[in-house]
């Protein structure tokens, strides 16, 4: 049987344990080739497409000092159209899937919601060397989820051509508060928190990702896919167009950040780029332990490694007035983002491949 995930290309033989390349044999060195050569296409596979494309295109202009920019009041309306997009179509899914088969993969993700910010504020204690606030602040970055490398990671899936659950925009909004409330409550406990947290609480509950994520994902269950096909050309098709001039804005803003990118130093530096490796390692073994298919193993693994630049932010800046911007802001946006877009998705890619022969 053939399979063809993450651009690896192999054939499962009956009576044997494992794959063996089409046409060579079980040579190891071989096999080490096959690995290797298959992690770099994806990587080209991944950089090669427009929304990635016209992220570096962002950062570029922002190295070569252009004028070029995105309105506030444009960039703002993409972000309402891209939410609510989401929660519509992840909605329209749920309205056919079975409870029963939402119930491991929601587990999963709570877990995820919660490991992850205390692993990344003890890493961020005991190797980053930061204070408990400036840990707690970038912990709840890490905890939360960033719905673009989400939306990343569903379209480089789809490049495969692998399946994918339809309710993954659900597992977003499941995933984007429970991180930030442990990484506070880290804070708070040592008493680092001089914030208000029911201000705090207000900021991450109401705020626009989590409005439009949780309103479009009931009005897309409420309506169910037929009463949905009227306003599917425009949520669809300009879909993709949108999301581009999306990541043109989000270039030039990692393009700001990864100037501060110095002033963070070495060991952060490092960290932001282990810590995506480390949560998406966990978040796909836990996707496919719950029983996801690959594909929705590895958006699962995108969003556990991803740090959150809008919801996030919102509440730290409440809770944790005195935390600096220049690590949790710098972290999130101008290294851990660009690392999984360009490099992350891919190796979860290959990760998802192997695992699921396995699992």
């Not at 994806?42 to 570029?60: E, H, K, Q, R, Y």
């Not at 703002?76 to 899937?97: C, D, E, F, M, N």
């Not at 991180?179 to 680092?192: E, M, Y």
Request: charged share 10%.
């Amino acid at each position: 049987m053939l399979s063809n995930f993450g651009g690896l290309t192999t054939a499962r033989l009956s009576g044997t344990r494992g794959l063996t390349p089409l046409g060579v044999g079980h040579s190891p060195c071989w096999s080490l080739f096959n690995s290797i050569s298959s992690h770099l296409n994806a990587l080209a596979d991944n950089l090669i497409s427009p929304v990635v494309l016209c992220f570096l295109m962002g950062i570029t202009a922002r190295w070569i000092k252009s004028d070029l920019a995105v309105p506030e009041p444009i960039y703002q309306g993409l972000s309402i159209y891209l939410l609510l997009a989401i929660g519509l179509k992840g909605g329209s899914a749920l309205a056919i899937t079975p409870v029963g088969d939402l119930l491991l993969p929601a587990s999963a993700t709570l877990a995820l919601g919660i490991i992850t910010p205390v692993s990344a504020f003890f890493l961020m204690r005991r190797c980053g060397r930061l204070g408990v606030e400036d840990a707690a602040a970038v912990a709840a970055h890490y905890g939360s989820v960033s719905v673009v490398t989400f939306l990343a990671a569903v379209e480089a899936v789809k490049r495969t051509g692998a399946p994918l659950e339809g309710f993954m925009p659900a597992l977003v909004a499941v995933l984007e508060v429970p991180g930030i409330i442990v990484a506070l409550l880290f804070a708070n406990q040592a008493g680092a928190g001089k914030g208000s947290w029911k201000r705090a609480l207000h900021e991450v509950v109401t705020g626009k990702s989590i409005v439009l994520l949780l309103g479009g994902l009931f009005i897309g269950w409420a309506c169910g896919p037929k009463k949905l096909e009227d306003v599917q050309p425009f949520f669809a098709t300009a879909f993709k167009g949108a999301l581009c001039i999306f990541m043109i804005e989000l270039g030039l803003a990692a393009g700001k950040r990864l100037r501060d990118a110095g002033r963070a130093g070495l060991r952060l530096l490092i960290l932001g780029c282990i810590l995506p490796v480390l949560h998406g390692v966990l978040g796909v073994s836990a996707g496919l332990l719950a029983g996801l298919s690959p594909g929705g193993a590895v958006v699962l693994g995108a969003m556990a490694g991803s740090a959150s630049y809008i919801a996030a932010p919102a509440a730290v800046r409440v809770a944790l007035p005195g935390a600096n911007p220049a690590y949790y802001l710098t972290l999130a946006l101008g290294i851990t983002f660009p690392f999984n877009l360009a490099f992350g998705i891919p190796l979860l890619q290959t990760l998802a491949h192997h695992l699921s022969l396995w699992l």
